[in-house]
């Protein structure tokens, strides 16, 4: 089972989930969506599995800076363009499990439960 964590190298949320996995002996592979970009198909996933209200960061400053029309009348087609052109805008982390499950975001009792 490999597990994958995607984010942003700099994030701090990023820098906790990281800590929390090297801290509890879980290795990781760690995937850059800024620098490497994230394809159609990952976003795709997440999106049916998490909802596009939980993959795109709406509280982001990247998205806050988005003209009206372009935050206006959003859903999931809408979200993941998006998500695709500007891969700030994706919920940092993104953990696959490499099991079929998916985390969004981090907190510690989340992914306690995860890896019970």
């Not at 597990?3 to 700099?10: E, Q």
């Not at 290795?27 to 990952?42: C, N, Q, V």
């Amino acid at each position: 089972m490999t597990i994958t964590i995607y984010g942003i190298k700099n994030c701090d949320t990023m820098k906790k989930a990281r800590q929390w996995l090297d801290a509890n002996g879980i290795s990781y592979s760690f995937h850059d969506y800024k620098a490497e970009g994230i394809d159609l198909p990952h976003l795709d996933r997440w999106v049916k599995e998490l909802g596009w209200e939980t993959v795109l960061n709406r509280a982001g400053t990247t998205f806050r800076k988005l003209e009206e029309a372009d935050k206006s009348d959003l859903d999931a087609a809408k979200a993941i363009a998006l998500m695709q052109a500007q891969p700030s805008m994706i919920k940092r982390p993104i953990l696959d499990l490499g099991d079929g499950r998916l985390l969004a975001g981090f907190k510690p009792e989340t992914y306690a439960a995860a890896f019970r």
